[in-house]
C-alpha cells in the first residue's frame, strides 16, 4: 500500500488533476491508491515535489508510507528588527 491517496486528499486533487500534474493517467493513480501496483520512483519523485510546489513538506517515505500527514512548510522569513528604544 501506499500514500497516494492521502497525498492527494491532503491537496485537494482528484485522480485526474494529479495524474495530469505528475503526468500519468486517471487510470493508473487508480492503480496505485487500490495497492494493485508499485508507484515508479519517478513517479513518486514527482507527487513529492507537487506536494512541496504547493506548500507541504513531503519526502519519497511520504510516498510510500501507508497514510501520511503532509505539514506545512515553516516560513523562512526572517525576524524584524525592533527599533531600539532611547
Do not use: W
Amino acid at each position: 500500500m501506499n500514500g497516494i491517496r492521502h497525498i492527494r486528499k491532503q491537496l485537494g486533487l482528484t485522480q485526474a488533476q494529479l495524474a495530469q500534474a505528475i503526468g500519468s493517467e486517471q487510470s493508473s493513480i487508480c492503480t496505485y491508491e487500490l495497492g494493485k501496483f508499485t508507484l515508479k520512483p519517478e513517479l513518486a519523485r514527482r507527487v513529492a515535489e507537487l506536494a512541496r510546489e504547493r506548500g507541504f513538506e513531503c519526502t519519497l517515505d511520504d510516498v510510500y508510507s501507508e497514510a501520511p500527514i503532509l505539514r506545512a512548510k515553516r516560513s523562512r522569513s526572517k525576524p524584524s528588527k525592533q527599533k531600539a528604544e532611547a
